[in-house]
């Protein structure tokens, strides 16, 4: 069987393409049109460039944004009143807070006065808690957009042994509890392997299915790879180069050109999960707006 | 190393003694007495007894404890009322609705509609998301029990591959976080197995450390367990017996007299996990009562 990349790039433009079709539908109805809000505190670079894909994202889709920026210096208590504001605004249907906040304002609090039913990013207590207990939720982006590139290139995931590398709570523990679940996709062996592991390789060549999320460039390599198996690439590092004309290139965990050969199915980097995960943001988006999760 | 049995009897009696004397002195500074509620719905047996244990073991340790009884014949709605009630009457620090619920009422929604801060059974989806998230919570009887064994015996978990039979919310998925998790006990490589998985064995074998909580008697032989692993079991199956008085005998889902001999260390069933879930319990109405958790 001769290897597939999973194009990720051209997944996430066929699935916003459906979200605005279906946008399209709901106001032609007279609906309300989707609202999600993004509050952005400080300048740090990575996260204007991420809120602001968000927001475009979200336009070219047709729903309503709003982006709402905090000086670095807000206090914990002001963020917390910002949170609260969106909470009760009616018109709003989710938002997000990105990550990471200075380092004075506490993100476990902050994640946690979200009201749950706003919480698209999925990373409130309830929606973890939902998710891990097989009820309807918000899902969080990354582990969200892994699962749907299974399902768009019908990769067969039941009785497999999926081995996950990370155990991060927006990663690996919600891709574990996922990919257990008995579900499509899902119902696979789940392996999780991280810094303490002794002997990933041991494992790693058992695997079916491999999913990286340790964040470590070029982590995979071809001999920690069985014949024929999927491997889905979450690592992003930026690594210093002298061949873009940015100086950086984003590095995945798995070295591509050993691994790649081996595969079944392998996601590049970038193009492969990376455009997933602000579709997956987008389909929260929607749900929260139909109200589909959490109905009052 | 010769195999060590893991006595749950006799940690859970010291633990009762250790809270039994916190208790005490929580009243001698004139504190409130932790005060558990337990809602019993119908007459099922098993679900009698279960909660006789559990007032019975509030009573020795100090606790107070209130025992609700319904009739099978309770609607949903009432059932909602009653717990309303008990979310919030100020004298009460921790309550449970014992399951399995009547069909007629949705266990999911009656285990939401309590309040998180006083959810001592640990089935709030909070307190699985805080749990998973690696947060202060309200841990679930069965994984906690397994833990504070592991613990007591001063078991090394760190880096150990641990094997979990079963997905369960209540016991299969929980063990698989918190062994995952970053801390003592945990910090082990895990692998979940379930109905799916074509050959559980293979994967037993590499096991250091195995969970087996599948429900299936004596599903794990002595050909699946490698020399010096330690094994807990997790399930109490009745299966019926000419031996004993009652036509039935609690059967784990170790066939014991096979594995013992390789183990470093296995529980008993009965007299394993079972006696450390209802100190479990007890940890929590205690943790409630001194709102260790959820401050306000």
Redesign the interface.
């Known amino acids: 069987m001769p290897m597939k990349l999973i194009d990720g790039k051209a997944i996430a433009a066929q699935i916003k393409e459906e979200i605005a079709k279906e946008v399209q539908q709901i106001k032609a109805k007279g609906g309300k049109t989707p609202h999600l809000a993004a509050v952005l505190v400080g300048h740090d670079g990575g996260s204007e460039t991420y809120v602001a894909n968000k927001v475009k994202a979200c336009e070219a889709v047709g729903f309503k944004s709003t982006l709402i920026r905090l000086e670095e210096e807000v206090t914990e208590e002001e963020l917390l009143h910002r949170v609260d504001q969106l909470n009760n605004d009616p018109d709003i249907d989710g938002f997000i807070v990105q990550l990471p906040l200075p380092k004075h304002i506490s993100e ?1 609090k902050i994640t946690e006065a979200i009201d749950y039913r706003k919480d698209v990013d999925g990373f ?7 998710m ?4 309807p939720c918000f899902l969080s982006a990354t582990p969200s957009g892994i699962l749907e590139l299974l399902k768009r290139y019908k990769i067969e995931t ?2 497999k042994h999926c081995v996950i590398l990370g ?1 991060s ?1 927006i990663v690996g ?2 891709a ?2 996922l990919m ?3 579900s499509y996709p899902g ?8 810094s ?3 002997d990933i390789k041991e ?1 790693t060549l058992q695997a079916d299915i491999i999913i990286a999320a340790l964040g470590v460039p070029e982590f995979l390599t071809g001999d920690m790879v069985k014949e024929g198996a999927v491997v889905i690439d979450v690592g992003t590092t930026r690594v210093p180069s002298n061949k873009t004309r940015s100086g950086f290139k984003l590095t995945g965990d798995i070295k591509f050109d050993e691994v790649a050969p081996k595969c079944a199915y392998i996601t590049p980097v970038p193009g492969g999960v990376g455009p997933m995960t602000i579709v997956s943001l987008l389909k929260n988006t929607l749900l929260a707006g139909k109200k589909e999760i959490y109905p009052d």
């Open positions: 476990a409130h207590p309830v929606n973890v808690g939902r891990s207990l097989g009820m039941q009785g155990r709570n523990k919600p574990a509890m257990m679940q008995k119902d696979s062996t789940v392996t999780v392997c991280h303490r592991t002794p494992i």
